[in-house]
């Protein structure tokens, strides 16, 4: 039997998209206006997971993996073919109403705010229709202003907003009803150095301090190094990994860059197990393989060898974790 008590329940989900066929040339095109064909897209085949309250997911795969649809039925908009999804005890596409008081979505690529009317309307809206009431939505409003630095945005129409801007206020928005669980598609999309540092923090702020739960897709590998303690990996459609990201380090990082900086010693060095990448009288670094040689058998070689001033130990970088990841699946 299925456990439906965590907060998030994700089990068996198949979602089919029908599509027409591309006709090309004018006959086909001409037959097409009598007979169209339709090919079948599965987006999801069989997903499965589960989160638990005050987790931060990183929901990932390359384009076209299935990431958006997920979120899709995960917020109620679209209905699977088959599977359950239970979420605090609500199945999103049959309880929407009372379902989307609980949750905030935002999606990086779609605004949920009137183009035409200053931002602080929109939020008025959104009150009114999520019916929060006066006091909880002024104390909500006031902290994202103050934390999202939104005060000189509210009287300005959506459409005259920066991109950067406009996220801030969208994910004001998504959380002026209090919800326990947020999902976000691509939430830094686009955004600059700053903006991705200010909106990572408050995602970071709002998990730690209202135990918000989040479930974040990103192609921004940085978004997930920063946010995401956990990372499901999905790829055309299937469900690939579920762990921590550091389960996905150990299981993936053999390779370690050592950088050891030394009193000058004109004489190179040779580490048995070691590449050199590069040396100088001063500082040399090395790769190893850390199946093949541990850290401290380099350190007690280095220190035998010269007199050991700082030494820097570098992981494999997400990126090219991802990258070997998607290789393994053969996603790229
Ligand atoms: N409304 C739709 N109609 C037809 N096909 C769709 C529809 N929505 C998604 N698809 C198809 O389903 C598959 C999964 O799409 P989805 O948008 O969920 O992927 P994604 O992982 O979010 O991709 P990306 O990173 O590019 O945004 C793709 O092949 C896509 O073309």
Same mark, same amino acid.
């Given at each position: 039997?299925?456990?439906?008590?965590?907060?998030?329940?994700?089990?068996?989900?198949? @979602?089919?998209?029908?599509?027409?066929?591309?006709?090309? $040339?004018?006959?086909? &095109?001409?037959?097409?206006?009598?007979?169209?064909?339709?090919?079948?897209?599965?987006?999801?085949?069989?997903?499965?997971?589960?989160i638990e309250p005050g987790e931060i997911v990183g929901y990932i795969g390359p384009n076209g993996a299935g990431k958006s649809t997920t979120i899709k039925v995960m917020s109620g908009i679209l209905v699977p073919d088959?599977?359950?999804?239970?979420?605090?005890?609500?199945? =999103?596409?049959?309880?929407?109403?009372? /379902?989307? @008081?609980?949750i905030g979505v935002v999606f990086g690529q779609r605004s949920q705010l009137w183009w035409d009317v200053p931002v602080i309307d929109s939020f008025e809206l959104l009150r009114d229709i999520y019916k929060v009431p006066?006091?909880?939505?002024?104390?909500?409003?006031?902290?994202?202003?103050?934390?999202?630095?939104?005060?000189?945005?509210?009287?300005? =129409?959506?459409?005259?907003?920066?991109?950067?801007?406009?996220?801030?206020?969208?994910? &004001?928005?998504?959380?002026?009803?209090?919800?326990?669980?947020?999902?976000?598609d691509e939430p830094t999309i686009g955004l600059d150095a700053m903006s991705k540092i200010a909106v990572r923090r408050f995602i970071q702020t709002i998990n730690a301090e209202r135990g918000v739960t989040v479930i974040?897709?990103?192609?921004?590998?940085?978004?997930?190094?920063?946010? &995401?303690?956990?990372?499901?990996?999905? $790829?055309?459609?299937?469900?690939?990994?579920? $762990?921590?990201?550091?389960?996905?380090?150990? %299981?993936?990082?053999?390779?370690? +860059?050592?950088?050891?900086? /030394?009193?000058?010693?004109?004489?190179?060095?040779?580490? =048995?197990?070691?590449?050199?990448?590069?040396?100088?009288?001063?500082?040399? %670094?090395?790769?190893?393989?850390?199946?093949?040689?541990?850290?401290?058998?380099?350190? &007690?070689?280095?220190?035998?060898?010269?007199?050991?001033?700082? +030494?820097?130990?570098?992981?494999? =970088?997400?990126?090219?974790?991802?990258?070997?990841? /998607? @290789?393994?699946?053969?996603?790229?």
């Amino acid at each position: 039997m299925w456990r439906i008590f965590n907060l998030i329940t994700v089990r068996g989900l198949h @979602k089919t998209f029908r599509v027409a066929k591309r006709s090309t $040339g004018l006959g086909q &095109a001409v037959k097409a206006l009598f007979h169209r064909e339709y090919k079948a897209i599965e987006a999801l085949k069989d997903i499965s997971f589960s989160i638990e309250p005050g987790e931060i997911v990183g929901y990932i795969g390359p384009n076209g993996a299935g990431k958006s649809t997920t979120i899709k039925v995960m917020s109620g908009i679209l209905v699977p073919d088959s599977g359950i999804c239970s979420i605090m005890g609500y199945t =999103p596409w049959e309880q929407r109403v009372s /379902y989307v @008081k609980h949750i905030g979505v935002v999606f990086g690529q779609r605004s949920q705010l009137w183009w035409d009317v200053p931002v602080i309307d929109s939020f008025e809206l959104l009150r009114d229709i999520y019916k929060v009431p006066e006091t909880e939505y002024q104390s909500n409003l006031s902290l994202l202003t103050e934390t999202l630095d939104l005060q000189e945005l509210l009287g300005i =129409p959506v459409r005259q907003l920066s991109l950067g801007q406009r996220m801030r206020c969208e994910i &004001a928005a998504s959380l002026l009803h209090s919800p326990s669980v947020l999902f976000l598609d691509e939430p830094t999309i686009g955004l600059d150095a700053m903006s991705k540092i200010a909106v990572r923090r408050f995602i970071q702020t709002i998990n730690a301090e209202r135990g918000v739960t989040v479930i974040l897709t990103t192609h921004d590998m940085s978004d997930i190094e920063a946010l &995401a303690s956990r990372i499901i990996l999905i $790829g055309k459609g299937r469900l690939l990994h579920d $762990g921590s990201l550091q389960g996905l380090r150990s %299981q993936f990082s053999t390779r370690k +860059v050592i950088t050891a900086d /030394y009193r000058t010693c004109h004489r190179p060095l040779a580490i =048995p197990g070691a590449a050199i990448l590069s040396w100088s009288p001063e500082r040399a %670094q090395f790769s190893i393989n850390t199946g093949e040689i541990v850290v401290s058998e380099v350190l &007690a070689a280095l220190s035998s060898q010269v007199e050991l001033l700082d +030494v820097t130990i570098d992981g494999q =970088p997400i990126e090219d974790l991802i990258i070997q990841l /998607y @290789k393994e699946h053969q996603l790229s």
